[in-house]
């Protein structure tokens, strides 16, 4: 049996089944699912969530027979390829899809409430069945008191005497057809990790409407076509695929190596960012196709000895690629990274295809300040001893003038894919670290409306329970702890951001270790810095801000950590470690700032950029 779903009938059935014949069948599935019996808790539990829907169900029967009884009522439906995530009772009631989460409190805590609105909304968002129909979040509180009830946020929070009620309130009259709703497409977007795994492992990738508006599978195929020409006509062809931060630059160049390699076999995607390969090859268990950019350069580009058999060479964040300066610091070169690439282009036999992948924002690191231009003196006569083709977006047209340039609107990838329900996060963390707070806050409603929270605490404690309380059942859920490398007072607040606690751990273990894991993120231990987390992602980061960037009133005030190596604006490569912070996580954010007054001015002006507190148990149970 391969059913996603504990139980499922109609409401007639369920009311008619015995309990113990539909305890029976949730027992086997949560076997199958995890492989282990359930808890005796767990098997309590259940017991009292059919007791509960019994008398609800039985309720609304007495009261409209002749709709009610045609209700569905699925039990644990897994949500596919979501690591296990099953909300509690799903109803279909007419055309509403009444989503149900049973708690034992008294009263529902914010993570409680989170929780069964991100089922909600990733029914609605993800799931054929659900689309264009009312998907309505319950929140069930078992102990709470007789009739109590309120609306929170767009979920119901409701004690069982009141789900009667707020049943037949959100029913509608036309009827779901439960085989085909429970048989109907469900495309979540895979993690980055999940989806070169799945690439890898030649599994299909779920096709999210969101990703195929914005336009990834064209430009993976434009790319594809760019090569295939190159190899018929012996072109050397240098492609730029733009994005905003999370947009799928990085899943792009992971499918377009997928397919080239199974064209000719000879392709390989390249990164200086070491964590983001490291954590790649451990997931993938190989280390062919994910390779470190400096090595490949070490080896491929400082002599002209060995000539590597790919065809195809896609590089992560090329706009961040070491400049001749730096070369010249680390390596005694005296040349920049794209320049060796080029030449290690010019040399591979016939054709060859190029392509950068070119983020916002995202430059850390010293070295990475000189942008496009390099690329541009790479390409160009006398660096370049062969003629190449240039296809970028058209806004990065201007970069390359002068040259062989073709622009795609394909190579423009606008819209981010890292956060499931924030598109406009990037725009929000622009405006934050702008300092432009008013505007900020105007577009933290539209996150927040789109079930995306953030949340700040200067407890930290609090912060760790949150995100606990927010996945409990989840087990393949990723929550952590992100700090600034610069910010040198959170070591007193127990959380050491400094460089031999963050150099010793194993990034790769960090975030690929399943909860229970001292190694995992989830443990809540150790936070790993911009450094760490750069081009990938938490469901849930904690991000742990300190004083190296402090609000004066008016204005952030930073205090950048003076590196050996030379910077251009160290300030700027400072505002771009918060900006990678602040847009890791893919179902919300949550901000810590420790309890010291100097540290105050940065609460306010996170408020006054639209985070909200951290509500409490009864600031959630007093809304109405």
């Given at each position: 049996?391969?059913?996603?779903?504990?139980?499922?009938?109609?409401?007639?059935?369920?009311?008619?089944?015995?309990?113990?014949?539909v305890?029976?069948?949730?027992?086997?599935?949560?076997?199958?699912?995890?492989?282990?019996?359930?808890?005796?808790?767990?098997?309590?539990?259940?017991?009292?969530?059919?007791?509960?829907?019994?008398?609800?169900?039985?309720?609304?029967?007495?009261?409209?027979?002749?709709?009610?009884?045609?209700?569905?009522?699925?039990f644990?439906?897994?949500?596919?390829?979501?690591?296990?995530?099953?909300?509690?009772?799903?109803?279909?009631?007419?055309?509403?899809?009444l989503?149900?989460?049973?708690?034992?409190?008294?009263?529902?805590?914010?993570?409680?409430v989170?929780?069964?609105?991100?089922?909600?909304?990733?029914?609605?968002?993800?799931?054929?069945?659900?689309?264009?129909r009312?998907?309505?979040p319950?929140l069930?509180?078992?102990?709470?008191?007789?009739?109590?009830?309120?609306?929170y946020?767009?979920?119901?929070?409701?004690?069982?005497?009141?789900?009667?009620?707020?049943?037949?309130?959100?029913?509608?009259?036309?009827?779901?057809?439960?085989?085909g709703?429970?048989?109907?497409?469900?495309?979540?977007?895979?993690?980055?990790?999940?989806?070169?795994?799945?690439?890898?492992?030649?599994?299909?990738?779920?096709?999210?409407?969101?990703?195929?508006?914005?336009?990834?599978?064209e430009?993976?195929?434009?790319?594809?076509?760019?090569?295939?020409?190159?190899?018929?006509?012996?072109?050397?062809?240098?492609?730029?695929?733009?994005?905003?931060?999370?947009?799928?630059?990085?899943?792009?160049?992971?499918?377009?190596?997928?397919?080239?390699?199974?064209?000719?076999?000879?392709?390989?995607?390249?990164?200086g960012?070491?964590?983001?390969?490291?954590?790649?090859?451990?997931?993938?268990r190989?280390?062919?196709?994910?390779?470190?950019?400096?090595?490949?350069?070490?080896t491929?580009?400082?002599?002209?000895?060995?000539?590597?058999?790919?065809?195809?060479i896609?590089?992560?964040?090329?706009?961040?690629?070491?400049?001749?300066?730096?070369?010249?610091?680390?390596?005694?070169?005296?040349?920049?990274?794209?320049?060796?690439?080029?030449?290690v282009?010019e040399?591979?036999?016939?054709?060859a295809?190029?392509?950068?992948?070119?983020?916002?924002?995202?430059?850390?690191?010293?070295?990475?300040?000189?942008?496009?231009?390099?690329?541009?003196?790479a390409?160009?006569?006398?660096?370049?001893?062969?003629?190449?083709?240039?296809?970028?977006?058209?806004?990065?047209?201007?970069?390359?003038?002068?040259?062989?340039v073709?622009?795609?609107?394909?190579?423009?990838?606008?819209?981010?894919?890292r956060?499931?329900?924030?598109?406009?996060?990037?725009?929000?963390?622009?405006?934050?670290?702008?300092g432009?707070?008013?505007?900020?806050?105007?577009?933290?409603?539209?996150?927040?409306?789109?079930?995306?929270?953030?949340?700040?605490?200067?407890?930290?404690?609090?912060?760790r329970?949150?995100?606990?309380?927010?996945?409990?059942?989840?087990?393949?859920?990723?929550?952590?702890?992100?700090?600034?490398?610069?910010?040198?007072?959170?070591?007193?607040?127990?959380?050491?951001?400094?460089?031999?606690?963050?150099?010793?751990?194993?990034i790769?273990?960090?975030?690929?270790?399943?909860?229970?894991?001292?190694s995992?993120?989830?443990?809540?231990?150790?936070?790993?810095?911009?450094f760490?987390?750069?081009?990938?992602?938490?469901?849930?980061?904690?991000?742990?801000?300190?004083?190296?960037?402090?609000?004066?009133?008016?204005?952030?005030?930073?205090?950048?950590?003076?590196?050996?190596?030379?910077?251009?604006?160290?300030?700027?490569?400072?505002?771009?470690?918060?900006?990678?912070?602040?847009t890791?996580?893919?179902?919300g954010?949550?901000?810590?700032?420790?309890?010291?007054?100097?540290?105050?001015?940065?609460?306010?002006?996170?408020?006054?950029?639209?985070?909200?507190?951290?509500?409490?148990?009864a600031?959630?149970?007093?809304?109405?």
């Amino acid at each position: 049996m391969d059913e996603t779903w504990g139980w499922a009938g109609s409401a007639g059935d369920f009311l008619s089944s015995a309990s113990e014949v539909v305890l029976s069948s949730l027992v086997a599935h949560h076997s199958r699912l995890l492989m282990q019996p359930p808890s005796s808790t767990q098997r309590r539990a259940w017991e009292a969530e059919i007791h509960t829907m019994r008398t609800a169900l039985r309720a609304c029967v007495e009261a409209e027979p002749q709709i009610a009884n045609d209700w569905s009522v699925v039990f644990e439906f897994e949500l596919p390829l979501e690591g296990g995530r099953r909300p509690d009772v799903v109803v279909l009631a007419g055309e509403g899809v009444l989503v149900i989460e049973f708690k034992t409190h008294e009263l529902p805590t914010v993570a409680d409430v989170d929780q069964v609105l991100g089922y909600a909304r990733d029914l609605h968002d993800y799931h054929a069945g659900c689309r264009d129909r009312r998907v309505v979040p319950m929140l069930l509180l078992q102990e709470a008191a007789p009739g109590f009830a309120r609306e929170y946020h767009g979920a119901w929070l409701l004690s069982p005497e009141a789900l009667p009620r707020y049943l037949h309130e959100e029913a509608g009259e036309e009827r779901i057809d439960l085989h085909g709703w429970l048989d109907a497409p469900y495309s979540p977007l895979p993690s980055l990790i999940e989806a070169a795994r799945r690439i890898f492992l030649h599994k299909p990738l779920p096709h999210v409407h969101t990703a195929i508006a914005s336009g990834i599978p064209e430009t993976v195929d434009l790319l594809g076509r760019l090569a295939e020409r190159a190899s018929i006509e012996s072109e050397r062809v240098l492609a730029f695929v733009a994005g905003v931060p999370g947009a799928g630059k990085t899943l792009v160049g992971l499918r377009l190596v997928y397919e080239r390699s199974g064209v000719d076999g000879r392709a390989t995607f390249l990164s200086g960012n070491g964590p983001l390969v490291a954590v790649l090859q451990d997931a993938l268990r190989s280390r062919v196709f994910v390779r470190d950019l400096h090595a490949f350069i070490k080896t491929y580009g400082l002599t002209e000895r060995r000539t590597p058999e790919e065809h195809v060479i896609v590089f992560d964040e090329a706009q961040r690629a070491w400049d001749e300066a730096y070369m010249w610091e680390k390596r005694g070169v005296e040349a920049s990274e794209p320049a060796l690439l080029v030449r290690v282009g010019e040399r591979i036999d016939g054709w060859a295809t190029l392509v950068g992948l070119v983020g916002e924002g995202q430059e850390i690191h010293s070295g990475e300040e000189s942008g496009l231009q390099q690329w541009k003196d790479a390409a160009s006569p006398p660096t370049a001893t062969c003629s190449w083709r240039i296809h970028c977006p058209p806004r990065l047209v201007s970069e390359f003038e002068g040259l062989d340039v073709h622009s795609h609107d394909e190579l423009d990838l606008t819209v981010t894919l890292r956060s499931r329900r924030a598109e406009h996060l990037h725009r929000w963390v622009a405006l934050l670290l702008e300092g432009s707070l008013s505007l900020a806050a105007r577009l933290a409603m539209r996150i927040h409306e789109q079930v995306y929270p953030m949340y700040l605490t200067r407890d930290l404690d609090e912060a760790r329970r949150y995100v606990i309380d927010r996945y409990e059942g989840e087990p393949e859920a990723t929550y952590g702890l992100l700090a600034s490398s610069h910010a040198k007072m959170l070591a007193r607040h127990g959380v050491d951001n400094g460089y031999m606690a963050t150099s010793r751990m194993n990034i790769a273990k960090w975030f690929n270790s399943p909860k229970g894991d001292p190694s995992s993120a989830t443990a809540l231990a150790q936070p790993v810095t911009e450094f760490g987390c750069q081009g990938l992602e938490l469901d849930l980061p904690v991000v742990c801000w300190g004083e190296d960037c402090n609000w004066d009133g008016g204005s952030w005030r930073l205090t950048p950590v003076r590196r050996r190596s030379r910077q251009h604006d160290p300030e700027q490569l400072l505002r771009n470690a918060y900006r990678v912070l602040l847009t890791r996580g893919r179902d919300g954010l949550v901000v810590w700032i420790p309890d010291d007054r100097r540290l105050d001015h940065i609460e306010t002006a996170l408020l006054a950029a639209g985070i909200r507190p951290m509500p409490g148990t009864a600031d959630v149970a007093a809304y109405a």
